[in-house]
């Protein structure tokens, strides 16, 4: 387990809204943005983060540091410790689960996207996506240069 720095977390996490508790989804604490409809145009979703890292990730992060602090509370009795810290654990595992299912299908849906709106194969979309460095808007902005010049080629 990698914990990214507070600061970077919280970060990542402010821009969400807090939720009440819920005994069906007690592990998660924020409200993640909806994404706009399949039909609005890609460039529109990837500015309403539908493509970014899922926040479930940065949500299981936050589960860790509220582990490590409780870890750290001397207060608590050891057997309210551990139980705490179980409990936190197990938060952690959900999120990363919940993380793991919302980013899969977030970049299948951004391969797709990319494949319609500039007439490629999705293999070859992923496996460029895969090594590429930059980000989401980064590499769609790429993508669509190089669409254009293409079609000015076809065109003259």
């Not at 509220?66 to 057997?79: G, V």
């Not at 194969?121 to 010049?149: H, P």
């Amino acid at each position: 387990m990698v914990m990214h720095d507070r600061k970077v977390v919280e970060k990542n996490l402010s821009h969400l809204r807090k939720l009440n508790y819920n005994q069906f989804r007690w592990w998660r604490n924020y409200q993640i943005t909806k994404p706009l409809h399949k039909l609005t145009p890609t460039m529109d979703r990837i500015k309403n983060g539908d493509f970014e890292t899922s926040p479930y990730f940065w949500m299981a992060q936050m589960a860790l540091w509220e582990k490590h602090d409780n870890d750290q509370n001397d207060s608590l009795e050891p057997y309210y410790q551990r139980k705490q810290g179980s409990m936190l654990l197990t938060k952690y595992e959900r999120l990363m689960d919940d993380f793991e299912a919302d980013e899969e299908l977030r970049i299948e849906t951004f391969i797709k996207e990319c494949s319609l709106d500039f007439r490629i194969k999705k293999d070859e979309i992923k496996k460029e996506f895969e090594s590429f460095l930059g980000t989401v808007e980064e590499f769609y902005n790429k993508k669509r240069q190089e669409w254009r010049k293409k079609q000015e080629i076809q065109g003259n």
